[in-house]
């Protein structure tokens, strides 16, 4: 993966720069080409020496090098390279990439550049908690620029927490990760998948909601980021962590659902596994509902939510190329299934058996049909993961973008 591959790597000030001599020489043996820029504050923890040593290149330091600049400007420099990795990344550094200055070469190459930058952050536990970091790091990641780690563990200043580098084979993970995605057979395609339960309130304290653990939506939204799609995956309430590498937007009730749907159109592929609740109550209490001696049980009255599925299936010249929904029974799941993909509109679906028996909610594993209008195909019972990856594998294959 990363044979012939222009990494430009910036060494920032942090204890953690000895592990980028390491970074160098994984990065090196996969065949990559390393030029390095090492900042003031690096050069005290290594020494341009040894880094120039690992990358047989001189090191950048300067940007006001006269030679440096004649032989190779800092425009130049940043773009010379498949991809910026700046590690570690000290919260200076990130602060001011977060903040578009250009007080040194490390900046000045980082503001210059066009190409995607991963940064691997590292700093006391305390600074990397500070919300002054939090949020530059939210003001990076939404400009695009990748985060690897940090880890959690013992500190050199002692301490304990998140805050130490990633470690080089994760960052040399992270890298090739990159370049698969950028080269894979879904790149340039976008995708939407909506994940977990709705919540839909009955008061400010109450809902109604179901057992979905969104974890069959997630799997589906990682693997088609994998396969280099820009993933927008709207998740209602789940107990997951946010997939690295997608768009997450997070949302409570099913009509907020949908509208985070059609603000993530256009898209060439929606994949629709969230459990929609039916109905919400139609007046929700502004206040706690309270119980009162004497007073009758309160009677929840329902609307209709909308159908996303059905809404993208059905959304003129902006649907989706392909729309895929599941159809979780607890009987008669394939004849289901094949009504629910005629209702709909959609492409596919999915079904699956929810009894309680065969434990798919909440479970690992998933007993598949594939339902399109040309027949129904059995999947062994696979885990949630590769459920995922069949799919997106279904879609490369037999999808409107197979050749
Ligand atoms: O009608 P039913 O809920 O069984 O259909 C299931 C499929 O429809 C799933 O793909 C689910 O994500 C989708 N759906 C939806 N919006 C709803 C109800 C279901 O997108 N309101």
Same mark, same amino acid.
């Given at each position: 993966m990363l044979r012939g591959k222009r990494v430009l790597l910036i060494i920032s000030g942090?204890? /953690? /720069?000895?592990k980028s001599l390491d970074l160098i020489r994984r990065l090196r043996e996969r065949g990559a080409d390393v030029r390095a820029v090492l900042t003031r504050a690096g050069e005290q923890f290594v020494t341009p020496l040894s880094v120039s040593a690992l990358t047989e290149d001189k090191v950048y330091t300067d940007l006001f090098s006269l030679t440096d600049e004649a032989e190779m400007g800092h425009i130049q420099l940043s773009r010379n390279a498949d991809v910026l990795v #700046?590690? !570690?990344?000290s919260a200076d550094i990130l602060a001011r990439m977060a903040a578009g200055m250009a007080n040194d070469l490390a900046t000045t190459v980082l503001l210059a550049t066009d190409k995607p930058v991963l940064a691997a952050p590292a700093m006391n536990v305390r600074m990397w908690q500070h919300p002054a970091t939090q949020s530059n790091l939210e003001v990076l990641r939404d400009r695009g620029v990748m985060i690897v780690g940090p880890n959690e563990g013992d500190m050199a200043c002692g301490e304990y927490g998140p805050g130490r580098m990633a470690e080089p084979l994760e960052i040399v993970a992270e890298v090739s990760n990159f370049f698969q995605t950028a080269s894979g !057979?879904?790149? $340039?395609r976008r995708a939407l998948v909506t994940s977990g339960p709705t919540h839909e309130p009955i008061d400010p304290v109450r809902y109604i909601a179901n057992r979905s653990s969104g974890r069959q939506g997630h799997a589906i939204a990682i693997a088609l980021a994998e396969a280099g799609a820009e993933v927008t995956l709207v998740t209602g309430p789940v107990d997951l962590p946010e997939p690295p590498g997608l768009t997450t937007v997070p949302v409570e009730t099913a009509r907020e659902m949908l509208a985070a749907c059609q603000s993530a159109l256009p898209a060439d592929i929606a994949v629709c596994a969230a459990a929609v609740?039916?109905?919400? #109550?139609?007046d929700a209490a502004n206040q706690k509902l309270k119980k009162a001696d004497g007073q009758a049980t309160p009677t929840l009255a329902l609307s209709e939510n909308p159908d996303i599925l059905a809404t993208l299936s059905k959304?003129?010249?902006?649907? !989706? /190329?392909v729309v895929i929904g599941f159809a979780a029974e607890t009987e008669d799941v394939v004849a289901h299934a094949q009504a629910k993909l005629a209702r709909k509109g959609c492409d596919w679906i999915l079904a699956n058996d929810v009894s309680p028996a065969v434990g798919?909610? $909440? $479970?690992d594993r998933n007993t598949i049909h594939l339902v399109t209008p040309d027949g129904v195909e059995d999947w062994p019972t696979l885990s949630k993961r590769d459920v995922g990856r069949r799919l997106v594998q279904t879609i490369i294959e037999r999808g409107p973008f197979a050749e």
């Open positions: 942090g204890i /953690a /720069a000895y #700046v590690a !570690p990344a !057979p879904l790149a $340039g609740a039916d109905w919400h #109550v139609a959304s003129g010249p902006e649907r !989706p /190329a798919t909610f $909440g $479970g």
